[in-house]
């Protein structure tokens, strides 16, 4: 049986793809919208949003926000309380939907963090 690295090459829907993680920093009781994490699509090229992971250590709601077409588009995950998710596919989360070239994709939290909480969030992306 071979072995191959995930996420070290993907081959989908005709795009020849290299996904990388985008890492935030932890933030203590951030402000509510704030950009936990975030990536500027490059110029001359579209985004896609292959994954994601999101640690809190409270119910919050958060929003994986992106422009597509000129169009503002999210995605909102909802924790009921204290905990994390990682997600990650080789079907891209804004399939059809790309991310424009020069827009900024982000994970936001809805809701104000409260004292002496850590968020931390990271993004699984690549361009084309």
């Not at 996420?7 to 951030?30: D, K, M, Y």
């Not at 926000?65 to 998710?85: L, P």
């Not at 931390?120 to 690549?126: E, F, M, P």
Request: charged share 15%; proline share 4%; glycine share 10%.
């Amino acid at each position: 049986m071979s072995y191959y690295p995930p996420f070290e090459r993907l081959q989908r829907f005709g795009r020849n793809v290299e996904p990388i993680w985008i890492h935030g920093s932890e933030i203590t009781a951030p402000a509510a919208n704030t950009n936990l994490v975030s990536r500027t699509v490059s110029t001359g090229k579209i985004g896609y949003i292959y994954g994601f992971f999101i640690n809190t250590q409270e119910a919050n709601d958060f929003l994986i926000v992106w422009t597509s077409g000129g169009t503002t588009r999210q995605i909102r995950i909802t924790f009921s309380g204290a905990g994390a998710i990682h997600y990650a596919d080789f079907i891209a989360l804004n399939e059809g939907l790309p991310a424009d070239s020069g827009t900024t994709i982000a994970i936001r939290n809805v809701n104000a963090g409260s004292t002496g909480k850590i968020y931390q969030a990271r993004l699984l992306y690549a361009e084309l």
